[in-house]
């Protein structure tokens, strides 16, 4: 089965607000992370990456955090906006594997205005 | 624009006909990847391709074939499609390694009947 997992499979949150989305993984051995938004008819975006020697890293309105004793990941919006709402996914590299991502199933983000 | 482009979008047939969804990226990009969606599974690897001549088989490879002649091009050939095969395909590039941030095709949405 897969190994990385999401937490919840839908969210729902007001405009403004701060989104969380959850990522759990099993293998303490990956070592890559990337966070992915699928918007409705379209292919995933890259949103934000993070390896495993950093436990937190930033981009525009956008932080991922990396909690390895927990093997949890998560992607914080800030100020969520309508045009955020989305599917999003984790994926994960394992280490010494063949070197080909893992995804996880998504979370659904409704933005409500 | 760099990009990764799919072809057709869409496309409805019959089990037995053979078709192929073709695949482009002009981003130099030496890894490239098929995979389908489905609902409540998330993202399937069904085969990658680390460079010219050089492909290899994902999770889900059964009824599926793939050819790299070329860098920028990766077809994905269903020789005798089934109802089964009824998907949301993506093709995704990277630079050099599927652990790499992939760049996702805008998707084929395949009905077989």
């Known amino acids: 089965g897969e190994s990385v997992g999401l937490h919840l499979p839908t969210l729902s949150v007001q405009e403004g607000d701060n989104s969380i989305i959850n990522c759990a993984y099993s293998?303490?051995?990956?070592?890559?992370f990337i966070w992915y938004k699928q918007e409705s008819g379209k292919g995933p975006q890259f949103i934000i990456d993070?390896?495993?020697?950093?436990d937190k890293r930033q981009g525009q309105r956008v932080t991922v955090l990396l909690n390895k004793t927990v093997k949890h990941l998560s992607l914080q919006i800030a100020a969520t906006q309508p045009g955020d709402s989305a599917v999003y996914f984790c994926?994960?590299?394992?280490?010494?594997?063949?070197?080909?991502?893992?995804f996880g199933k998504g979370t659904k983000l409704s933005v409500k205005p | 624009e760099a990009q990764v482009t799919q072809n057709p979008r869409y496309l409805i047939t019959v089990t037995g006909k053979k078709l192929t969804v073709t695949c482009s990226q002009n981003?130099?990009?030496?890894?490239m990847s098929w995979y389908r969606q489905d609902p409540g599974l998330g993202l399937r690897q069904i085969y990658y391709?680390?460079?010219?001549?050089?492909?290899d088989k994902g999770d889900v490879p059964e009824g599926y074939k793939v050819s790299r002649k070329e860098k920028r091009n990766f077809p994905l050939i269903l020789e005798s499609p089934s109802p089964n095969q009824t998907s949301l395909y993506f093709c995704?590039?990277?630079?050099?390694?599927?652990?790499?941030?992939?760049?996702f095709g805008p998707g084929t949405r395949l009905l077989v009947l």
């Open positions: 391709s680390m460079n010219v001549e050089a492909t």
């Open positions: 994926a994960e590299n394992i280490r010494g594997s063949q070197g080909n991502l893992i």
């Open positions: 981003m130099n990009h030496e890894y």
């Open positions: 995704a590039s990277s630079l050099r390694r599927g652990w790499e941030t992939q760049y």
């Open positions: 293998n303490s051995a990956s070592d890559y």
């Open positions: 993070i390896r495993s020697n950093m």
